[in-house]
Structures are given as C-alpha cells and as structure tokens.
C-alpha cells in the first residue's frame, strides 16, 4: 500500500473516531438529560449515507466533508417546537443542562485518551531503555556529574522506563519548572541525584533541542558505514551513491562507524566533499554536494541517507513500558491529565510570543503521522490517537465563540448575570471566533506546505 493511501485511510479512521466520540458525548448527556436529538452527523455538508432510528427518528448521517461533525437538537431559535415537545428543548432547559451537554464533547475527547493510553499500557509500549550514550564535554549535563552509562530512572519524580517517555517527561519538566531533577543508576548500580538548572533555556531549543542542547545522547548500537535508504532526488541519490555502498573515507578521513559519516557531513554545509567507497568488492570515489539545513544552533550539511538496517538491538537496550490492568488506567489519567496541561502551556506560550506558531499542525502533517505510527504498530497509532484527541478537547474547551469553550462561556456570564447573553452580541462573536478560526487554519495549512516544501 502507497504512503499516500496509508496516510490517507489512517487520517479518515483517525477522524472519524475523534469526531464521532466527540459529538457522541454531546448526544448521549443530551438524551440524559431529556433533549430531543434530530440529527447525529459525522461530518459537515451533503450526507453520504443518512439512516433514522429510534423512536424519536434521529437522523445519523456521515457527510461530505470530514473535518469536524455535530448533533443537532430540538431548539425554539433554529425552528417552530410544538407545544408538546417543549420540555425537550434544548434552549428550554436550566444553564447548568446546557453547559452539560456542551462540555459533554471535549471531556468525551479527554475518556477516549485515558481508553487508548489504558489499552496501550496494557499491550505494553517497546522501547529504548533511558542510557546515556555521550556526555558532551563541559555541558550543563557534564557539569552536573552525568556519565556515560547513567541509565535515567526518574525526572522529577515521575519514572522513565524508556528514552520516548524520558524525552516527554523532561520537556514537561523545563517548560514547568527551572529546575529539573534526574535519577539515575551508573553502570556499577549506584543510584544518585543529579540537577540540572534550565532557566536560560529558551523555549524554542526546550522543544526540539534539550536534550542536546544539555549534552546528552542517547545510547546507540554501532552501525556500519553502509549505506540504506537514499532520499529521491537527495544529494548522495544525485551524485551516484547507490544502497549497500560501503564508505571508507570522507575527505581522506577513515570512517569507523555510521555516526562518523553523519559527524562528517553535518561539519561541512553546502560543500563538496569526497567519498571513498567500497561496491561490489571494488573502491572508488564520488563527489557529493551536501545540502545545507538550517537549525535553531546553525547551518548543517545532510546528503539525504540513512543507515543500512542491522539486527535487532541487544537486550540490554531494549525496555518496555507496561503496567497491570489498575495501575495502567492510574498511568492513562495522569498521562491524559500531563499532555493536557502541557497542550496548555504550549498554546499560552504560542499567544505569548515564546513559543513559535510554526508548531501548528493541520491535516496533511495529521495525515502523514497518522499514516506513519499506522504503519509502524498498533501501541504507535494509540498514542497518537491520544494525543490528537486531547488536543481536540483542549483546542475546544478554549474560549472561542464557534467552539464548544466559547458556549460554555457565555453560559457562564449568564450563571453570573442571570440572564443569557443576547442574540446580538452571540453574533458579533460567532463572526470573531469564524475570523479567527479562519486564521487558525490558514496558519495550520501554511505550515503543513511548507514542511513539504521543506522536505
């Protein structure tokens, strides 16, 4: 199957449960709480497929268009009621019902998550286990007594049983805190305390380059010099280097190990640079013109090639993160409870200015890692499940007219001033929040090409 097709039915399935368990949680408290409920829609616009069941004759219908859904309820402002189902009106019912119903939906978005990290922990999530491979020399992190080998048990205080769950925890902790606290086991099984202060740090570099920027690597295995996937149309594809080539040498350098190619090609950016390598048995060398990438530390030369794949990793860098049945749904609360607030903070950080818009996601980044974790296993596209869903349930419980946060507030300033807000000043918002949501997207799709272009 195509990437494109992968990422295509994987965004689709990744959609329509969202949406559907979304909307689902504004219908069921309806019906709960005694509102008639006239159409249950996945989706905007002309419907692909309409049934009506039950004994109010609900229409469930799935539309054209899939990004976003609704459920339309019996209400005197969008048509006449008849007398005898006035009690089942939505705008007839007491503020705290309304507000019910309304939040229903993004707390339905926050219950599936806590579901999907339950199910994942109970499968178990595979991973690298949390060893320091390399400890630059005179970096926050060498300051603070790392060593190679320190295998990271805990920040501040919340267990790391492998790298993926290390590399969370401690961005959660520097954008919270100013200090981070690590426990850690040398290879000799002494467990000590370490600090580092990230007070300096900006928020840009906490986001894609902490770990580095503190002067920590991961453990790696040594990978041969040998070369795997190329990129199309990537500088090494470009200049004749083919997959399997051995490298020997990088401008009569002599190569160990693939993290000398990569040192070697990172060093010299927008520059020619000489490989010697060995192909079927015979040597010879090819000129490749790196390409130059631009990072938040300064420019880098890439030549568009990965590794030749190896075996699996040895056992002692595997680990895995699973839980029994009561203490994988205490994980997924606390998991849902982590990523929520730190959605959060990333969205007061982006309104703010410390945090760069260019983090805004739309479909077609949605699409390509919803196609990618897919692809790579169940637990992978479980968590991503998770995490888009709390983010569509603290991206609604914002207060921006048009979204379920924007209702709940003028709920609120009726609960304070008794009576609701008017019709007039509603429609003067919802042309706010339109405006605004109009930008969002825009911003959102803006990012997603230029990530394609980038590529």
Do not use: C
């Amino acid at each position: 199957m195509s990437a494109f097709l992968t990422s295509t039915l994987a965004l689709l399935l990744t959609l329509g449960l969202l949406i559907a368990f979304h909307e689902f949680g504004h219908f069921w408290t309806a019906r709960k709480l005694g509102v008639k409920v006239l159409r249950f829609s996945v989706g905007f616009g002309k419907p692909l497929w309409m049934r009506k069941s039950g004994p109010d004759q609900t229409e469930y219908v799935l539309a054209a268009f899939p990004l976003g859904g609704y459920v339309k309820m019996l209400d005197e402002r969008e048509g006449d009621v008849a007398e005898e189902e006035l009690h089942r009106a939505f705008n007839r019912k007491s503020v705290w019902r309304r507000f019910a119903i309304v939040a229903a939906g993004p707390i339905f978005n926050f219950i599936f998550a806590i579901l999907a990290f339950w199910l994942m922990y109970l499968i178990g999530v595979p991973g690298v286990a949390p060893i320091v491979g390399e400890v630059t020399p005179k970096s926050a992190a060498a300051v603070a007594g790392f060593q190679t080998g320190d295998r990271i048990i805990e920040i501040n205080g919340l267990k790391t049983p492998t790298w993926s769950v290390a590399r969370f925890n401690l961005l959660d902790a520097a954008l919270n805190t100013d200090d981070v606290s690590f426990q850690v086991q040398s290879e000799s099984g002494q467990t000590h305390s370490l600090q580092i202060s990230v007070a300096d740090v900006s928020s840009e570099i906490k986001q894609k380059q902490l770990l580095t920027h503190l002067g920590l690597a991961p453990i790696r295995p040594v990978l041969p010099a040998v070369l795997g996937q190329l990129s199309p149309d990537g500088p090494a594809e470009l200049a004749g280097l083919k997959t399997g080539d051995r490298i020997l040498r990088v401008n009569d350098e002599r190569i160990s190990d693939w993290m000398s190619v990569v040192n070697l090609v990172r060093a010299h950016p927008g520059q020619e640079i000489q490989f010697e390598i060995e192909r079927d048995g015979l040597p010879q060398t090819i000129s490749v013109n790196t390409a130059t990438l631009e990072t938040d530390t300064g420019n880098i030369g890439r030549i568009g090639a990965a590794p030749a794949p190896t075996g699996p990793l040895p056992p002692e860098l595997l680990a895995r993160e699973e839980y029994p049945v009561f203490e994988s749904l205490t994980v997924a609360v606390a998991k849902t409870w982590q990523l929520s607030a730190l959605t959060l903070r990333m969205i007061g950080k982006m309104i703010t200015g410390e945090v760069s818009v260019k983090n805004l996601s739309g479909p077609i980044t949605i699409a390509t890692y919803a196609g990618y974790t897919a692809s790579i296993g169940f637990t992978a596209f479980l968590y991503f499940l998770a995490v888009v869903s709390i983010s569509l349930g603290v991206l609604n419980l914002l207060p921006v007219p048009m979204l379920d946060g924007g209702h709940l507030m003028y709920y609120l300033v009726e609960m304070v001033k008794g009576s609701p807000v008017s019709d007039g000043l509603q429609l003067k918002m919802q042309q706010v929040g339109i405006a605004f949501l109009l930008v969002l997207m825009s911003l959102a799709l803006y990012n997603d090409v230029m990530r394609l272009v980038g590529n």
